[in-house]
């Protein structure tokens, strides 16, 4: 009795713990923005005069408020789309660059659309207006009125066109040139295979005077508000900037942004993000080089911004190279790690990263061999419960020996169905005798859990199952099962599983555990498919495993009374 009310209160302290994780994420504390240290040679605020060690702020060319709530083709966008574009097609992407600026405007991913059922219709992440409003912006500041060459500048291209083929690398150019004989060239490096792109910004200085300056990359892209439900894997995901200040990620929502205004920090390993579910633009200045980040919103807009603090002198005839690394496509890890270890933690898992992570990385593993993800979802799971076997064991013979003390527990029920206290020591001095502890089937769901949620916010957060078909109707573990087939198999599973166990003692109990099999059916209807399919394989498992501890119990009791027998007998 003790051991199936230990259960039931487990079961809706899960669910309780669900409720508090989605009402964090709605209405926990705000982050706190850190000031940004003053340096001799930092950038000026706005509206403050450049002398020859500072920067015009670079929100002046132009100010982020100047943007339009509601992207269209108006002011700075209107002189970006009525400028010559270049287009670039790789084997992943298609990239559209306006020669105003050379800013990324279009970015359309070849190998995942929008939905399953609309192939043609492919996820975009840089546009010009709509929802898939996005931009990538650079270019360099100088300071003491020198030549500068911002994302406003016209630059001039060689081609219009540009095509990966079959070469593993592919450089589009765009070159600028002021009179005073100071020249940009600002160059985009395509890789086979991969979402990220190398930005360089070469300034060679042809004047007869130094220039001192730098350069800068922001990015504009949606930052909203939305309904979340934990049901909806479109709607849970978080839309808008995000930042990493060398210590820990933060992700800015849109209203703090409006209440609080600009998000500034300073760092040498520090990056700027714009993330929606499973696809993240991304700027990773050169580690090492302290650089100013900022992030504020107009809107519906966000503007993110990397500055570099350490302005560079260039002697007359003397180039210099600003590097920048840009991602621009779906959250996968292996690339993201390439590009920065910290990058993958736009992956959020949340708290429980630590089991997140391990266990995607041992899915990947299994996804190696096995080329199916609903299969290396089977394989983890077994692996799992391989790993817990022993522990779950002596549970598992506690349930088998309750059961098969039942008659006596209900026996002593009726004998002291008015003395509650002598009712509690009978029960004790029964399980103590049999050596049974009632509370040790709650252990295997105590265990599930953490790996239950783990999965859950694996399915969730991976891109790389994302539409991952498995067998048969079920082509996308990453979504709730077309036709809530997998759900009615694990409602049966877990009512097979409960025939295995000793059955409540009092009615109430009892009635309780034979709901629990509709209520997860019913709640489990609304998750990945993926998530009930480990879940169906765990019960599975468990079914398996009890089964045959059940066998192995009932074999040694009937040889203990054999044996008991034998002895009276001689």
Request: glycine share 8%.
């Amino acid at each position: 009795m003790d051991n199936q009310r230990l259960l039931i209160w487990a079961i809706f302290a899960f669910l309780a713990w669900i409720t508090y994780q989605t009402w964090v994420q709605e209405y926990g504390p705000k982050p706190v923005a850190p000031v940004a240290e003053q340096a001799a040679e930092d950038i000026s605020a706005p509206g403050t005069p450049a002398g020859e060690d500072e920067l015009p702020a670079i929100s002046d060319v132009p100010r982020a408020d100047a943007l339009p709530s509601s992207p269209g083709v108006t002011g700075e966008t209107a002189a970006m789309t009525g400028a010559p574009t270049i287009t670039v097609s790789t084997d992943v992407f298609d990239i559209v660059i306006s020669t105003t600026g050379g800013t990324l405007q279009g970015a359309t991913l070849k190998a995942y659309p929008v939905a399953k059922d609309q192939p043609d219709t492919l996820v975009r992440l840089l546009g010009t207006d709509g929802r898939e409003y996005g931009l990538i912006e650079s270019g360099v500041r100088a300071t003491g009125g020198a030549a500068e060459a911002t994302h406003l500048a016209s630059f001039e291209t060689a081609r219009r066109s540009y095509e990966l083929g079959g070469a593993d690398e592919l450089v589009v150019p765009l070159t600028w040139q002021d009179e005073s004989g100071v020249t940009v060239e600002k160059r985009y490096r395509f890789t086979r295979g991969s979402y990220a792109v190398g930005l360089e910004q070469i300034v060679t200085n042809g004047s007869a005077t130094p220039w001192r300056g730098a350069e800068y990359v922001r990015i504009k892209g949606r930052s909203i508000e939305m309904e979340r439900s934990m049901f909806d894997v479109d709607t849970y995901s978080f839309v808008g900037p995000i930042v990493y200040d060398g210590d820990k990620s933060t992700k800015l929502k849109h209203d703090d942004l409006i209440e609080d205004g600009k998000f500034e920090f300073s760092s040498p390993a520090g990056w700027v993000g714009s993330i929606q579910h499973h696809f993240l633009r991304a700027a990773v200045p050169t580690s090492g080089v302290d650089y100013k980040f900022d992030v504020q919103a107009t809107g519906d807009i966000a503007t993110s911004s990397a500055i570099r603090r350490s302005l560079v002198t260039i002697s007359p005839g003397a180039t210099e190279t600003f590097a920048t690394t840009l991602f621009i496509g779906p959250k996968l890890q292996e690339q993201l790690e390439q590009i920065d270890e910290t990058l993958k933690l736009t992956v959020d898992y949340g708290w429980l990263t630590i089991i997140s992570q391990p266990l995607f990385w041992l899915l990947s593993f299994v996804y190696g061999f096995a080329q199916n993800w609903g299969v290396a979802i089977i394989v983890v799971t077994f692996l799992i419960k391989l790993a817990f076997y022993k522990l779950t064991e002596s549970s598992g013979r506690s349930m088998a020996k309750m059961r098969q003390i039942q008659p006596r527990m209900k026996a002593l029920q009726d004998r002291y169905k008015d003395d509650k206290q002598a009712l509690s020591q009978a029960m004790m001095d029964l399980y103590k005798r049999e050596k049974v502890n009632p509370a040790a089937g709650c252990l295997p769901i105590l265990i599930q859990m953490p790996f239950f949620l783990a999965f859950y916010w694996v399915l969730l957060e991976s891109v790389e199952m994302r539409q991952a078909p498995f067998a048969l109707w079920i082509t996308d573990l990453s979504t709730r099962d077309p036709y809530f087939i997998l759900p009615l198999i694990m409602g049966a599973a877990m009512f097979g599983q409960q025939k295995l166990n000793p059955a409540p003692a009092d009615p109430v109990q009892a009635k309780v555990m034979q709901i629990m099999p509709i209520m997860f059916t019913v709640f489990f209807a609304f998750f990945p498919s993926g998530l009930v399919l480990y879940w169906v394989t765990n019960t599975l498992l468990s079914i398996a495993q009890q089964w045959k501890i059940n066998r192995v119990v009932e074999a040694e009791s009937k040889a203990h009374k054999a044996k008991s027998s034998g002895k009276k007998t001689s």
